[in-house]
Every structure is written in C-alpha cells, then in structure tokens.
C-alpha cells in the first residue's frame, strides 16, 4: 500500500494488536494502547480507503471511502451476553455514494491478526430492497446468468449460506425457474480472502481494487445498471 500523507501500511505492530485484543479484551488494556491502535490500525486503514477510492474513480461502479465509512471498534454489548468491550477486527466499507448506504452495493474489508477477508455486493437488504432484484432475475435470466458466469471467470461465486430452503414467498410458481438457486438467496455477496501475508504486502491496496473491479458484474447488477 502507497504511503499517504506520511502513512505506512499495516505491520506487525497492526497483527501484534489484535493479538493482544484477543487477549485482554477489556478497557483499561485498550486505555493503554489506544495510540497503537490509531497509528497501526486506524490510520493505515484510513489510508487504505482513500487509495482505493482513487483507484476505483473510473471503474464500472465507482466505489469511494474515508473514515467515514470505518465502523468503530467498540462494540455494542447492550442486548448480547458476550460483554466484550471491543471487536478483535476492524472494518470498513467503500460504497457509490461515499457513505455507510448499502442499497447501491458495497465494497466491505476486515482485518484482523490473521488477515481478514473482502467482500462485495449487498448485504442482506430488506424484503422491499431485495423484491426487485429477484425480480430482474425472473424476467431476464439470461442477463442474470451472464453476471455469474462473469463472477466465475474470476474463481468468485454467490455465497449460498444465506439461502431460504423454500422459494420466498410471492415466487412459488417460479420453483422450476431456470435461476430458481438465485431467487431463494437473501445476500447477493462474493468474497475473497486477505491472507495474512497479503495484509503486510505492498500490493495490498492492488489486489483489492483488482477484487472490486471482477466483482464489477454483480455490483452492477445490484445497482441496477447494465453492462458498462
């Protein structure tokens, strides 16, 4: 990842602190470190963001984000009975509009002591989100079919975990569709992995725009948009 404004990318200092989180999750442990976690996890991902948005100015879906779009690392321990005070990952989203929308498709990162992972689409959106997608799916399958097809040509593929056993209600007469798999699926989302090699290598910022732009398809599939 380039330098920016003086930046360095992720380092040891980055994989020892979360490896440290994991174990002493607790206040007064994050209190004394809350330095390293600006300087090793909170500024190089900042930096991270801001070389991907430049990167994917011109790409089919151009995705942007800042710090904007980091999601904090405490957690919201209010309604859960893990009463751990802090995520042992940190994260971020890249989206259309710059912010933390996700109806227009996202670009998400998590980083952790091990690495982490990327992924790309939409996230569980809501019924009424979520209709005309499946939608387009039935009165063009062929175009559908073409966006998976894409997806395979980059070893990417719709992950299927979160996938209703039945047909979704209102879709019953289409059991026999042609891209039925599709039309049971409640997260439109492909991923890849962050090694932890690749989280320390110089083309860390590289590899991820190379994952957005062959997720291209499906983004603008979500987005509504056809072939660029």
């Given at each position: 990842?380039?330098?920016?404004?003086?930046?360095?990318?992720?380092?040891?200092?980055?994989?020892?602190?979360?490896?440290?989180?994991?174990?002493?999750?607790?206040?007064?442990?994050?209190?004394?470190?809350?330095?390293?976690?600006?300087?090793?996890?909170?500024?190089?991902?900042?930096?991270?963001?801001?070389?991907?948005?430049?990167?994917?100015?011109?790409?089919?879906?151009?995705?942007?984000?800042?710090?904007?779009?980091?999601?904090?690392?405490?957690?919201?321990?209010?309604?859960?009975?893990?009463?751990?005070?802090?995520n042992t990952?940190?994260?971020?989203?890249?989206?259309?509009?710059?912010?933390?929308?996700?109806?227009?498709?996202?670009?998400?990162?998590?980083?952790?002591?091990?690495?982490?992972?990327?992924?790309?689409?939409?996230?569980?959106?809501?019924?009424?989100?979520?209709?005309?997608?499946?939608?387009?799916?039935?009165?063009?399958?062929?175009?559908?079919?073409?966006?998976?097809?894409?997806?395979?040509?980059?070893?990417?593929?719709?992950?299927?975990?979160?996938?209703?056993?039945?047909?979704?209600?209102?879709?019953?007469?289409?059991?026999?569709?042609?891209?039925?798999?599709?039309?049971?699926?409640?997260?439109?989302?492909?991923?890849?992995?962050?090694?932890?090699?690749?989280?320390?290598?110089?083309?860390?910022?590289?590899?991820?725009?190379?994952?957005?732009?062959?997720?291209?398809?499906?983004?603008?599939?979500?987005?509504?948009?056809?072939d660029a």
């Open positions: 990842m380039a330098d920016v404004d003086g930046t360095q990318g992720f380092t040891s200092d980055t994989v020892a602190f979360f490896t440290e989180l994991e174990q002493h999750n607790d206040a007064a442990w994050f209190d004394a470190h809350r330095g390293t976690y600006k300087s090793c996890v909170q500024a190089p991902l900042a930096a991270l963001l801001e070389e991907l948005t430049a990167r994917l100015s011109d790409a089919p879906v151009p995705l942007r984000g800042s710090r904007a779009t980091m999601f904090r690392i405490n957690r919201d321990v209010r309604f859960s009975k893990d009463k751990r005070p802090y990952t940190a994260s971020a989203l890249l989206t259309p509009s710059g912010t933390k929308a996700e109806d227009a498709g996202l670009l998400y990162l998590q980083i952790g002591s091990e690495g982490g992972f990327m992924a790309a689409g939409l996230h569980s959106p809501a019924p009424a989100r979520l209709a005309p997608l499946r939608d387009r799916i039935v009165e063009a399958p062929e175009d559908f079919e073409q966006v998976v097809e894409d997806l395979g040509a980059a070893d990417l593929a719709l992950g299927t975990d979160a996938q209703l056993k039945t047909m979704p209600r209102g879709y019953a007469e289409h059991a026999e569709h042609p891209q039925a798999w599709a039309l049971r699926l409640k997260t439109f989302i492909v991923q890849r992995p962050i090694t932890a090699e690749l989280l320390l290598s110089d083309d860390l910022a590289e590899r991820v725009e190379e994952f957005a732009r062959d997720a291209a398809p499906l983004l603008m599939f979500v987005a509504g948009r056809g």
